[in-house]
């Protein structure tokens, strides 16, 4: 069975502060996705990777950026966060069309 | 610009029947369908998948169906069970790696 983690289920943050969200999945898959997931908007493509130290912006990438230096680890980066960013984030991976998500993190800013 | 629309935000069916989820789409790019299902707290898990192909795809319980013409698909769940509550996503993608998902129907099986 694929495994995707995230390092947190819930994390909560003050606003300006530096935010790191950890995903490792454990299939060797090639590509690895953030989303935030928020009521009425369903989920929403932050950033997505498809090989080590590749990445590509989704549709909504500003104030976010991300890591891939192994294969199985992807980290979305919040640089100074704000309010608007308290949401709930998921990372997926995938080989071919199917994707495999993590548990998710819910992540709060005050 | 919504390019995956799921018009009803929720939806009450009886143990035992029909439950259908639908699904309207506006890039007729799109090559590929999935449906997820997440419950609360967790993230959503693949449920079926169909190419733009095919017309009609079953696993089990579930079908989903394309119809290319109208740019709709939908997901039947037959029969309807109580553990089948849960939000249920579309999802489709051009061949690429970026997928747009729906926003969302919240399936709600009364016992």
């Known amino acids: 069975d694929v495994k995707v983690t995230q390092s947190s289920r819930y994390l909560v943050k003050r606003t300006g502060e530096k935010v790191f969200l950890e995903c490792v999945q454990d299939m060797d898959h090639e590509n690895m996705f953030w989303y935030r997931q928020d009521p009425g908007l369903g989920l929403r493509l932050i950033y997505f990777s498809y090989d080590v130290k590749m990445k590509e912006k989704g549709d909504i990438p500003e104030g976010y950026s991300v890591s891939r230096e192994k294969k199985e680890r992807f980290s979305l980066i919040l640089e100074s966060a704000s309010t608007n960013q308290t949401s709930m984030y998921l990372c997926?991976?995938?080989?071919?069309?199917?994707?495999?998500f993590g548990p998710g993190t819910r992540l709060t800013v005050l | 610009d919504q390019q995956v629309k799921q018009n009803s935000p929720s939806l009450s069916v009886q143990e035992g029947r029909i439950s259908i989820l639908n699904c309207d789409y506006t890039?007729?790019?799109?090559?590929?369908f999935l449906w997820y299902k997440k419950y609360p707290a967790e993230g959503p898990t693949f449920l079926i998948s169909i190419s733009s192909i095919k017309d009609k795809n079953e696993d089990g319980r579930f079908t989903v169906f394309l119809n290319k013409s109208a740019k709709h698909l939908s997901l039947h769940i037959v029969p309807s069970q109580p553990g089948d509550s849960a939000v249920y996503f579309c999802a489709a993608t051009s061949g690429t790696y970026k997928y747009i998902f729906g926003t969302g129907t919240r399936l709600k099986v009364l016992a």
């Open positions: 997926a991976s995938s080989l071919f069309q199917e994707q495999f």
């Open positions: 890039n007729s790019m799109f090559d590929y």
